[in-house]
């Protein structure tokens, strides 16, 4: 006969299924079914459906889900875990088979329990669907537990001799219990007059229930008759294995068995209870008659309460592995009767043909669920009743039917993290599915992340841990919360998403000014070098707490060197300079003029990008209204903050000419030069004129000297400026081994250059060609070729020698200026001030006998000389070599 489990049938009422549906696997027993077929060989004659269409959940072996089901679940989880682990304690030495049937005990032990608890609630409640479920769950626990009462009678507690008798009659006192019925009876008035009396009589003498079987037939009105007590005799003196096999062999047993069954059956043929069917009938059984099982197959129920009855007065000394011989006549009793073996029966009876996995068999076909077959496997396999040999796909049976519940179980909200526990317990396959189930898990709620990240901590899974912490990270990022998902892109080392977050953050600050999530901030410690962009967060952070602290000496060292090692992104490099005025503006000097530079040069790195970039749509991106004035706030910040550094670091020697006072009589405007301190310099005071005007001298090395000025032509000057400059240049005496570089703003700007020559058109033409007439009269050459004010160059470099010019460009304007900086490279080596030697003596390495023997000598002829008046100074002071030796 074919082997099938039941069918299901769901019907969809959804017109866009009638072309066929498609699926896909869920997540354990779960199956996602959707409207669709799969595509043909020619998609372009395919029909396509544009509307939406409905994803249907297909979930099976729900049951355990119940709540009742899911405290069974937790109750034998708690078995499971201790047998595993005192299972691996008793492997090193002791035996394991107590400790084996206390966990099948217990297992039975909860199935009652929770059947009790179904029980009670399926008589509470009036909701038939509810009613229904619970006792379809009831009926589910009963056959459980029958089966597994069976199978530890069989397989885990089978005595000594193999004499089962005594086991199976508690067995079926269990399952076939009229404890109810019993008290109804010896409640009435007249026992004898209930309808189920007689009933109740039999099935107690059939389970071997004789104590109350004689107590029913104490309270008979007929109970002092002959035949009654003649029948109690029977009763009474009916031996009991149990209490038999104390101390006596089996032997003796069915000795004493045969004569008190004799008795029985002399009884009978003298026909002692002729005059009463129903004790006749009792004694038929206590003899072992055959017929009258057959006559009583509705008082028995089942053709297994049956056999053990049977067994009880036929065969009480019968042995489990001979059971499965007497069961044939029983069931021959049922069919006859046209009762049909169920799932349940033919479990039962591989289970007495001892064929433990067609039991493990029939009972997962016949479960809606995994829980029975996977725990009582694992006993088997714990006591060695299953071979330990490997299935086709890699496994033991035991694993590969935890593998099935623990899937079963996560698929549940509440019951995932009880699988967890039966998949360590897998150790071929365990690993791997857990692996695969934290990967595809959904993650609901961060206190879920939390439980999957212990667990893969516990387990040393890093990539599922990573993967965890991503994924809630990702939905913390998508609902802009942006410290949260820092936090768990962090624990999982994503560099990547730790850098979108920070950058998030920094784009943030430049829009608001101000920081969120500062605590998180501020304790990054060692995370922050996760990424560059997290560890600039880090630091720029600690830069505002620094200034906000008052060390600004510490805070700009920072900023300098966030901009210095290019940590900074170069789009932030704005926000920087703009921290960096209030520190500029400070009363104490924060930056020296080396930093000063060094933002300089960032400043105009800047601007150039600036001037490069362009944005997506090909427009040139250009700065602000608001960021031009923090740029020009900048500059000025930056040139009085240099000029300060200048005077405070005395590192240069100042050359400088101050514009006398105006009518009002304010000090402002002149001309300098600053030198280098390293390099030889003078200033050069007979060249100073009645104009703006000052000169300094280079000494060279090797070449002739620089000779530098500085000058200065007022735009409404008629004409006195370059006069007096005249006067300057024509004191320098032009055949003097001297390099002329004089450079200022001459504010003529109509000249064109390239010529040079005035350009036609232009106003104040005469002073122009006054300009042109100077550098022709004294050999100069204007060098600058690039517009340093707008359009014109008004700023000029006269120099006469312009083949030492290597190079010259003009930078962008500092503070307040409107006028660009002139930058020019020379080739000339510029002579340092050099130190003078200092003599020093090794008095290590002196030979002191002759320094002694010298100074004897000469305070010998000192002394001489001294008694001598006419001695010359000359003569006494021949011995300075000597002592200019000892200084």
């Avoid at 099948?104 to 038939?128: C, F, G, H, N, P």
């Avoid at 942006?482 to 953050?505: P, Y």
């Avoid at 390099?739 to 109509?750: Q, R, S, V």
Wanted: aromatic share 8%.
């Amino acid at each position: 006969m074919a082997e099938r489990e039941k069918v299901f049938c769901q019907t969809i009422y959804d017109p866009a299924c009638s072309a066929g549906l498609q699926s896909t696997w869920g997540f354990g027993n779960q199956l996602f079914v959707f409207p669709g077929r799969k595509p043909t060989l020619y998609p372009e004659n395919q029909l396509h459906c544009r509307r939406l269409q409905e994803i249907r959940e297909v979930r099976w072996d729900i049951d355990l889900y119940h709540p009742v089901m899911r405290k069974l679940v937790n109750e034998s989880h708690n078995i499971f875990v201790m047998l595993q682990k005192h299972a691996a304690e008793k492997a090193v030495g002791g035996s394991i088979h107590p400790l084996i049937l206390k966990s099948s005990r217990q297992y039975i032990a909860v199935l009652i329990a929770y059947s009790d608890e179904l029980k009670k609630l399926a008589d509470a409640t009036i909701d038939e669907d509810k009613k229904e479920n619970y006792l379809d769950l009831l009926r589910l626990l009963k056959m459980s537990e029958l089966i597994w009462s069976l199978c530890e009678i069989l397989f885990l507690d089978s005595p000594a001799g193999g004499l089962v008798i005594t086991q199976l009659l508690d067995w079926i006192r269990i399952h076939f219990t009229d404890e109810e019925t019993i008290l109804q009876i010896l409640q009435e008035e007249r026992p004898d007059c209930h309808q189920f009396y007689w009933d109740t009589v039999y099935r107690l003498v059939l389970q071997g229930q004789i104590d109350h079987a004689r107590r029913l037939l104490s309270k008979h009105t007929a109970a002092y008759s002959d035949n009654f007590q003649s029948i109690d005799d029977l009763l009474k003196r009916m031996p009991i294995f149990s209490q038999m096999s104390r101390g006596h062999s089996v032997a003796e047993f069915d000795m004493k068995w045969r004569h008190w069954q004799d008795d029985a059956q002399r009884r009978l043929e003298e026909q002692e209870f002729a005059g009463n069917k129903q004790l006749r009938t009792i004694c038929r059984i206590l003899a072992g008659e055959e017929a009258v099982f057959t006559e009583l197959q509705d008082i028995c129920g089942t053709w297994y309460h049956m056999l053990v009855s049977k067994m009880l007065y036929q065969h009480p000394t019968v042995k489990a592995i001979d059971l499965q011989y007497y069961v044939q006549s029983c069931l021959d009793v049922y069919r006859n009767s046209q009762q049909r073996l169920g799932e349940l029966d033919n479990i039962l009876l591989v289970a007495l043909e001892f064929d433990i996995h067609q039991v493990i068999k029939e009972s997962s076909s016949m479960f809606s669920n995994w829980w029975f077959v996977a725990h009582l496997t694992d006993l088997l396999q714990h006591c060695g009743q299953l071979e330990a040999h490997k299935l086709q796909y890699g496994s033991n049976l035991r694993e590969f039917l935890l593998l099935d519940y623990a899937s079963s179980l996560m698929s549940n909200k509440s019951l995932w993290v009880v699988g967890v526990s039966y998949l360590d317990h897998c150790l071929e396959f365990g690993r791997h599915y857990l692996e695969n189930f934290i990967e595809n898990m959904p993650i609901e709620t961060e206190r879920k992340a939390q439980k999957l990240l212990n667990i893969c901590k516990e387990r040393n899974m890093t990539e599922q841990a990573r993967s965890i912490c991503k994924v809630v990270g990702m939905r913390h990022l998508n609902n802009k919360r942006l410290g949260a998902a820092l936090t768990w892109f962090l624990r999982s080392k994503d560099v990547a998403f730790a850098t979108v977050i920070a950058e998030k953050f920094l784009l943030e600050y430049s829009e608001s000014g101000s920081f969120t999530n500062l605590d998180l901030i501020d304790n990054l410690g060692p995370s922050m070098l996760l990424s560059n962009r997290l560890t600039f967060l880090g630091k720029y952070r600690e830069f505002h707490k620094l200034y906000e602290d008052g060390d600004f000496f510490a805070a700009g060292s920072l900023l300098l060197s966030l901009l210095d090692s290019r940590l900074a992104p170069k789009e932030f490099w704005l926000t920087l300079l703009k921290d960096a005025i209030p520190l500029l503006e400070a009363r104490e000097l924060i930056f020296s003029s080396s930093d000063t530079y060094q933002l300089m040069h960032c400043l105009e790195e800047l601007t150039k990008e600036f001037d490069v970039m362009k944005q997506k749509d090909g427009k040139r991106r250009a700065f602000s209204e608001h960021e031009k004035e923090k740029l020009g706030l900048l500059k000025l910040g930056l040139t009085r903050n240099l000029s300060r550094a200048i005077v405070t670091e005395e590192l240069f020697n100042v050359y400088r000419s101050d514009r006398p006072p105006n009518k009002n009589n304010q000090s402002h405007g002149g001309v300098l030069i600053a030198i280098n301190k390293e390099l030889i310099s003078t200033e050069v005071s007979e060249l100073k004129t009645d104009c703006e005007i000052v000169w300094s001298q280079i000494n060279m090395t090797g070449s002739k000297n620089l000779l530098i000025g500085a000058y200065y032509r007022p735009s409404s000057n008629k004409g006195t400026s370059l006069q007096q400059l005249e006067l300057s240049l024509s004191r320098i005496n032009q055949s003097s081994n001297t390099n002329i570089m004089i450079g200022g703003d001459f504010n003529l700007g109509h000249i064109d250059w390239s010529i040079p020559q005035v350009i036609p058109g232009k106003p104040d033409a005469e002073h122009h060609n006054k300009l042109l007439e100077l550098l022709e009269n004294f050999n100069l050459q204007q060098i600058v070729n690039t517009p340093t004010r707008k359009e014109r160059i008004l700023d000029l470099i006269l120099v006469n020698n312009p083949t030492t010019v290597n190079k010259v460009n003009t930078l962008p304007p500092l503070g307040l200026s409107d006028h660009d900086i002139v930058y020019i490279e020379t080739d000339t080596w510029l002579r340092k001030v050099r130190q003078h030697p200092r003599k020093i003596l090794k008095y290590d390495k002196a030979n002191w006998e002759n320094i002694e023997a010298d100074l004897q000598k000469t305070l010998e002829e000192l002394t001489v000389m001294n008694n001598n008046n006419n001695s010359t100074i000359n003569e006494i002071t021949e011995g300075g070599d000597l002592l200019s030796l000892l200084h």
